[in-house]
């Protein structure tokens, strides 16, 4: 039995029978940032709140009108511990963490011309509108 089972355990005991929801941890669902999306006149803009990252951590892609923006960040410091401070980690989940989010562009986004900036944590992506061809009518001839 390890340190964290009797952690658990202890939790289990203290808090008993009280009708506390239980509570699962799914870390997927809480690497992907959040997302807002404006439309515009001419574009579209795209911002993703992503700290603690850098413009060299995230990757993003465009096929077939599918915007895909993806990151795996994991942090490389290395710690030292002395004689008088020894400590091992129970449970780390801040040390790796990655995301990848898809979205389906709608038919009027000029992928030819999308850009993206970084700033202070915050991706933004530049959608430009292009104009759709109008529909055709098409005349139908008697065989």
């Known amino acids: ?26 870390p997927a669902a809480y690497n992907a940032p959040r997302v807002d999306v404006k439309e515009g006149k001419g574009a579209y803009t795209l911002q993703m709140d992503l700290p603690g990252r ?9 096929d077939h009108n599918v915007l895909t923006i993806s990151s795996v960040h994991e942090a490389t410091k290395e710690e030292k511990g002395g004689e008088k401070n ?21 038919d009027d986004v000029d992928g030819t011309k999308l850009s993206a900036s970084f700033k202070n944590g915050v991706l933004t992506i530049d959608m430009p509108r292009k104009e759709l061809a109008a529909p055709q009518r098409i005349a139908i001839t008697a065989a």
Not at 54 to 62: A, F, G, P, S, V
Not at 86 to 106: A, D, G, I, T, V
């Open 86 to 106: 020894e400590q091992k980690w129970l449970l780390r989940e801040r040390r790796y963490s990655e995301f990848s989010r898809r979205f389906s562009l709608p």
């Open 54 to 62: 850098t413009e060299k951590d995230i990757n993003i892609e465009l």
């Open 1 to 26: 039995m390890n340190e964290l089972a009797l952690l658990n355990n202890f939790f289990d005991d203290v808090m008993g029978d009280c009708n506390m929801p239980s509570f699962t941890f799914k």
